[in-house]
């Protein structure tokens, strides 16, 4: 395989198609780090993804390409360009009987896969792009939260935010808790408990990132829910929804990249997050898709 100028990033594992739509929908090229590949269904129904340097009509046979690694995971076929690891971040809630999970969304987005994560991260913005569903104002402020690392993951637990609209099926304003996860530079994991009753954190959505430039992207969305109410249909119609409100905001940003360095955007007490998120990139030694710092850390969170 080719060398790349970020190991860290080539050798991940990372997710390049839904296999709902691939068995749906057959064979597709894309592009996985400016990289050409090719997935799909062999013939003995196991997906399989291949690197290639050349445009392939879709049903020629996949004759001379390079084979790449491929993994099963959420519903999503996996693949790696370097030295993956034997395993991928695991999401347990996902495993549990009583949860509806559902490959919510798939959307090309005109940034860096760091962009769109961060954007994910971001608490403050809910009452001015999310309004009357996911914040109101003036419930604007967002209280303060600690932000923790775990076997090299970013963490937070602490979040409270009043939300008009919480859930797909629910109605009235909540105190609504969140705790939000970072297992990997391009994937980012929100549990929500939508009401202050719940015992359990009822709604679960990762927002998983296809990196396919340095600055775009196709960020696919899956769902693992509570809720016995709604159908997968509804449960997509409300992730497009809120996503089509975030796509202009975070396609509008600039440069496309994501500054790692702290000069370069001005960062506020309720970006703690995004900060933090930001420090661990650069300490990760990552360097596509994102403006790399000057210095090797941010400091405290």
């Given at each position: 395989?080719?060398?790349?100028?970020?190991?860290?990033?080539?050798?991940l594992?990372?997710?390049?198609?839904?296999?709902?739509?691939?068995?749906?929908?057959?064979?597709?090229?894309?592009?996985?780090?400016?990289?050409?590949?090719?997935?799909?269904?062999?013939?003995?129904?196991?997906?399989?993804?291949y690197?290639?340097?050349?445009?392939?009509?879709?049903?020629?046979p996949w004759v001379?390409?390079?084979?790449?690694?491929?993994k099963?995971?959420?519903g999503?076929?996996w693949?790696?360009?370097?030295?993956?690891t034997?395993?991928?971040?695991?999401?347990?809630e996902?495993?549990?009987?009583?949860r509806?999970?559902?490959?919510?969304?798939?959307?090309?987005?005109?940034c860096?896969a760091p962009?769109?994560?961060?954007?994910?991260l971001d608490?403050?913005?809910?009452?001015?792009?999310?309004?009357?569903?996911?914040g109101?104002?003036?419930?604007?402020?967002?209280?303060?939260?600690?932000?923790d690392?775990?076997?090299?993951?970013?963490?937070?637990?602490?979040?409270?935010?009043y939300?008009?609209q919480?859930?797909?099926?629910?109605?009235g304003?909540?105190?609504?808790?969140y705790?939000?996860?970072?297992?990997?530079p391009y994937?980012?994991?929100?549990?929500?408990?939508?009401g202050?009753?719940?015992?359990?954190?009822d709604?679960?959505?990762?927002?998983?990132?296809?990196?396919?430039?340095?600055?775009?992207?196709?960020?696919?969305?899956?769902?693992?829910?509570?809720?016995?109410?709604?159908?997968?249909?509804?449960?997509?119609?409300w992730?497009?929804e809120?996503?089509?409100?975030?796509?202009?905001?975070?396609?509008?940003?600039h440069?496309?990249?994501l500054?790692?360095?702290?000069?370069?955007?001005?960062?506020?007490?309720?970006?703690?997050?995004?900060?933090?998120?930001?420090?661990?990139?650069?300490?990760?030694?990552?360097?596509?898709?994102?403006?790399?710092?000057?210095?090797?850390?941010?400091g405290?969170?």
């Amino acid at each position: 395989m080719s060398s790349s100028p970020d190991p860290v990033i080539w050798d991940l594992w990372h997710p390049v198609a839904s296999l709902r739509d691939l068995q749906r929908n057959g064979r597709e090229q894309t592009l996985l780090l400016d990289q050409k590949i090719v997935v799909g269904v062999g013939q003995d129904g196991a997906p399989e993804a291949y690197r290639t340097n050349r445009e392939m009509p879709i049903n020629e046979p996949w004759v001379g390409e390079e084979p790449l690694p491929v993994k099963q995971h959420l519903g999503f076929l996996w693949t790696s360009l370097g030295s993956p690891t034997d395993e991928i971040f695991s999401i347990p809630e996902a495993e549990e009987t009583d949860r509806t999970n559902v490959h919510a969304a798939t959307v090309g987005v005109a940034c860096s896969a760091p962009r769109a994560i961060e954007n994910f991260l971001d608490i403050a913005h809910f009452p001015y792009v999310h309004t009357d569903i996911l914040g109101v104002e003036p419930h604007t402020e967002v209280v303060d939260y600690d932000v923790d690392y775990e076997n090299g993951e970013i963490w937070t637990r602490n979040v409270f935010y009043y939300q008009p609209q919480a859930a797909v099926q629910q109605s009235g304003g909540v105190l609504a808790h969140y705790w939000y996860r970072v297992p990997h530079p391009y994937v980012a994991v929100l549990y929500k408990a939508s009401g202050a009753e719940s015992e359990r954190m009822d709604i679960v959505i990762a927002l998983l990132v296809q990196a396919m430039t340095e600055t775009s992207s196709r960020v696919r969305m899956f769902n693992s829910n509570l809720d016995d109410q709604s159908s997968t249909t509804q449960i997509r119609h409300w992730n497009n929804e809120i996503f089509g409100q975030d796509k202009p905001i975070i396609e509008n940003q600039h440069p496309k990249r994501l500054p790692l360095d702290p000069r370069v955007e001005t960062p506020i007490r309720a970006d703690k997050l995004a900060i933090a998120y930001r420090r661990w990139l650069s300490d990760l030694g990552v360097t596509y898709g994102v403006i790399p710092s000057q210095h090797s850390s941010f400091g405290a969170a």
